[in-house]
T-cell receptor, first 112, second 112 residues
Framework: GEDVEQSLFLSVREGDSSVINCTYT??????LYWYKQEPGAGLQLLTY?????DMKQDQRLTVLLNKKDKHLSLRIADTQTGDSAIYFC????????????FGTGTRLTVIP | DTAVSQTPKYLVTQMGNDKSIKCEQN?????MYWYKQDSKKFLKIMFS???????INETVPNRFSPKSPDKAHLNLHINSLELGDSAVYFC???????????FGPGTRLTVL
């Protein structure tokens, strides 16, 4: 089955850039996503990228995709304390029922 | 104007009981999902439901059953609750051919 892996923890200082990494195994992945989960809250879609793209930028967020290595990263520029949350990488393919397969989540802690 | 809503937000019950969690989406989406997030924050797909076609993750016990009275609703029924069922359950929806999924706020189920 599909396997999506992330490191569990990341700490950065306020104002620095954060880079959260993700690797996946499904070579038929079509879409790759980043979700944010704040404490006690639901999942919020941050951004997504099609597998035929290398990079996508959206304000402070930059997504980089290395399809050859099946590696996805999310860079948050000028990280703020409000960015502290768990970030989930997810992937899906066009097969089956559109299921998303999630990584374990990376807990980002921003130190003031 | 909530896109995907779930009720209740919290559910505390005893082992052996039968309970339901409701999910409604007002996005006009054709596909709905249920996910389980365990204590380690790991998200797993439980069900996908699209145009009356149900796709079940084979690891889900048959005590769990989704029921869809109409396209906008996918309720989750759980029979004979067990301690291990304690988790946060997320509902999500997507358009039929569009992979972007929108999540509800989650229902925290605690089984005593």
């Amino acid at each position: 089955g599909e396997d999506v892996e992330q490191s569990l923890f990341l700490s950065v200082r306020e104002g620095d850039s954060s880079v959260i990494n993700c690797t996946y195994t499904d070579s038929s992945s079509t879409y790759l996503y980043w979700y944010k989960q704040e404490p006690g809250a639901g999942l919020q879609l941050l951004t997504y990228i099609f597998s035929n793209m290398d990079m996508k930028q959206d304000q402070r967020l930059t997504v980089l995709l290395n399809k050859k290595d099946k590696h996805l990263s999310l860079r948050i520029a000028d990280t703020q304390t409000g960015d502290s949350a768990i970030y989930f990488c997810a992937e899906s393919s066009q097969t089956g029922a559109n299921n998303l397969f999630f990584g374990t989540g990376t807990r980002l802690t921003v130190i003031p | 104007d909530t896109a995907v809503s779930q009720t209740p937000k919290y559910l505390v019950t005893q082992m052996g009981n039968d309970k339901s969690i409701k999910c409604e989406q007002n996005l006009g989406h054709d596909t709905m999902y249920w996910y389980k997030q365990d204590s380690k924050k790991f998200l797993k797909i439980m069900f996908s439901y699209n145009n009356k076609e149900l796709i079940i993750n084979e690891t889900v016990p048959n005590r769990f059953s989704p029921k869809s009275p109409d396209k906008a609703h996918l309720n989750l029924h759980i029979n004979s609750l067990e301690l291990g069922d304690s988790a946060v359950y997320f509902c999500a929806s997507s358009r039929k051919l569009h992979n972007e999924q929108f999540f509800g706020p989650g229902t925290r189920l605690t089984v005593l």
